[in-house]
T-cell receptor, first 119, second 113 residues
Framework: GAVVSQHPSRVICKSGTSVKIECRSL??????MFWYRQFPKQSLMLMAT?????????EQGVEKDKFLINHASLTLSTLTVTSAHPEDSSFYIC???????????????FGNGTRLTVT | AQSVTQLGSHVSVSEGALVLLRCNYS??????LFWYVQYPNQGLQLLLK??????LVKGINGFEAEFKKSETSFHLTKPSAHMSDAAEYFC???????????FGKGTTLSVSS
């Protein structure tokens, strides 16, 4: 089946530094990538939606200058947390929509998530 | 706007007992509904989904869910719980095929021996 490879799975960084998270679709092309964050014991909250070759659309309350999203190709999207602070510590998950499958069966494939800890 | 409400943040059952996880949705148009399971520090695994057609949907690991439009519900059930079912379960809704999933707050399922 379709696989989304998300790296790194865990990262610890110091406050003020930047961290890049990658999501790659290994055997399909992803027209749309959704980025979520999940706080402990809470649900997944949509941060932004990115379409290949376009600027990302951010949800209300998400700082676009802090969470930089790049979706330059159909197989790679990145989320960069800039000038990270302890409150950015969270679990980040990407979800890719597969190109070419239309209608209600258009699947979404999830990465395994990245645990970010900012010290 | 679409939303999902999962009743009960924590459900505890004994091994072999019926599992019932409740989900109600709000949508102005016919929704696509999903159940996902998440194990600690892992991503999401799709259990089952309803798009169109048969309202009783069977998924993996013996789970099933029934879409009831009149009740705006999509409850998840399993006849007999197994220890390995202990995890976090999320109900989600999607209205248009190109949009993101909107998740409920999740229900933690505990299974005791």
């Amino acid at each position: 089946g379709a696989v989304v490879s998300q790296h790194p799975s865990r990262v610890i960084c110091k406050s003020g530094t930047s961290v890049k998270i990658e999501c790659r679709s290994l055997d399909f092309q992803a027209t749309t990538m959704f980025w979520y964050r999940q706080f402990p014991k809470q649900s997944l909250m949509l941060m932004a939606t990115s379409n290949e070759g376009s600027k990302a659309t951010y949800e209300q309350g998400v700082e676009k200058d802090k969470f930089l999203i790049n979706h330059a190709s159909l197989t790679l999207s990145t989320l960069t947390v800039t000038s990270a602070h302890p409150e950015d510590s969270s679990f980040y998950i990407c979800s890719a929509r597969e190109k070419g499958i239309q209608g209600s069966n258009s699947p979404l494939h999830f990465g395994n998530g990245t645990r970010l800890t900012v010290t | 706007a679409q939303s999902v409400t999962q009743l009960g943040s924590h459900v505890s059952v004994s091994e072999g007992a019926l599992v019932l996880l409740r989900c109600n949705y709000s949508s102005s148009v016919p929704p696509y509904l999903f159940w996902y399971v998440q194990y600690p520090n892992q991503g999401l695994q799709l259990l089952l989904k309803y798009t169109t057609g048969a309202t009783l949907v069977k998924g993996i690991n013996g789970f099933e869910a029934e879409f009831k439009k009149s009740e705006t519900s999509f409850h998840l059930t399993k006849p007999s719980a197994h220890m390995s079912d202990a995890a976090e379960y999320f109900c989600a809704v999607r209205v248009w095929v190109g949009t993101a999933l909107i998740f409920g707050k999740g229900t933690t399922l505990s299974v005791s021996s």
